[in-house]
């Protein structure tokens, strides 16, 4: 699974019944286990403490001070629940690279489950959120119409069934391997494994990329055909996104498809390729983090987080025995 996908997974020219291929994986693997494993647990740890951080201030700013009537805050506070869904799983990982699988066949299944749906549901979010943008400047009269909110629930409601659903296969065939002492999926045929990364390619991220870049390149010809006084602050935004989802996402797939081409399985070959899909995995991931920056960017949400801080702060000062009443007045304010 995401911990050690091996090499192996990748290629399907393995022969997965040769007792010969799965030593040699098992000591590349092992092999590998070292400076570029701990490496890959101290990015995990970054991922994990900022995305965990930015999710839970944005989750906490939407809650508090913004109407979750809104569309884009709906939106939004499922693509941080979704975050945060993938944040919790990154504990497990990082115990992973660092040591190996100690947590049992449940936790093993459990934890591929919530990865995968942390994954899916947080590229729909993503879509659906700029699908939005695109009404919302684009297609001005379909914003105004009466049942958009409940439509947007139905899709967040949709997104969350599919992501559940698209992740019981995962959870079903991973399993804690303890001659290994890996959580993985089980053998798989070469037909399999091409027919399981080019279905990831083709959702993950070619029909997002699309429909991205259709969505914002529409918008962005919307907005500087406008008089919009923010029109080079919105500009650069649209840029930002697209090209920070294009980075974090289309090298991880790029890599996939080469993985799947290889032909060699020496042990030089394997541990070259799994530190490269290490990195470009790493860099994926990292797309978690940026979402709380890229997706509440404005004045207004930056204000909700200052107001969010100044609450902390105040919090605070009741336990440590402040001004009671200067305190009760802090916090009283509510958008």
């Known amino acids: 699974m995401d911990g050690n996908q091996s090499y192996n997974n990748y290629s399907g020219k393995v022969d997965n019944n040769s007792e010969y291929d799965k030593d040699l994986v098992y000591l590349c693997e092992s092999e590998y286990r070292g400076s570029a494993s701990s490496a890959t647990a101290a990015c995990y740890a970054i991922i994990f403490c900022l995305s965990l951080t930015g999710n839970l201030v944005v989750l906490c700013a939407l809650i508090r001070f913004e109407d979750l009537k809104k569309v884009t805050n709906l939106f939004v506070l499922n693509l941080a629940v979704s975050d945060l869904v993938f944040a919790v799983s990154l504990p497990f990982w990082i115990t992973d690279h660092?040591?190996?699988?100690?947590?049992?066949?449940?936790?093993?299944k459990l934890v591929s489950g919530l990865y995968f749906i942390s994954i899916y549901s947080s590229l729909m979010f993503l879509v659906a959120m700029t699908v939005d943008r695109y009404i919302i400047i684009v297609q001005m009269p379909l914003a105004r119409h009466p049942k958009r909110l409940l439509g947007s629930r139905v899709v967040c409601a949709v997104i969350w069934v599919i992501s559940i659903s698209a992740s019981v296969r995962e959870m079903v065939l991973s399993r804690n391997l303890p001659d290994q002492y890996t959580c993985d999926v089980g053998d798989q045929n070469s037909q399999e494994v091409y027919i399981n990364h080019g279905l990831h390619i083709c959702f993950l991220f070619l029909l997002p990329l699309i429909?991205?870049?259709?969505?914002?390149?529409?918008?962005?010809?919307?907005?500087?055909?406008?008089?919009?006084?923010?029109?080079?602050?919105?500009?650069?935004?649209?840029?930002?996104?697209?090209?920070?989802?294009?980075?974090?996402?289309a090298p991880y797939n790029v890599m996939i498809v080469f993985m799947l081409r290889i032909d060699e399985r020496d042990c030089d070959t394997q541990k070259r390729q799994n530190v490269a899909f290490a990195i470009v995995r790493t860099l994926a991931y990292f797309h978690c983090c940026l979402n709380p920056l890229l997706y509440t960017f404005g004045e207004k949400c930056r204000a909700h987080i200052r107001r969010l801080l100044h609450l902390h702060s105040c919090v605070k000062l009741i336990f440590l025995g402040g001004n009671s009443q200067f305190v009760s007045q802090g916090i009283s304010g509510r958008v």
């Open 211 to 249: 429909v991205i870049v259709f969505c914002y390149s529409r918008i962005l010809k919307t907005v500087l055909s406008s008089r919009t006084k923010n029109k080079h602050r919105t500009v650069a935004l649209i840029f930002v996104i697209v090209l920070t989802f294009f980075i974090c996402r």
């Open 98 to 108: 660092l040591h190996s699988w100690v947590f049992g066949n449940f936790l093993c």
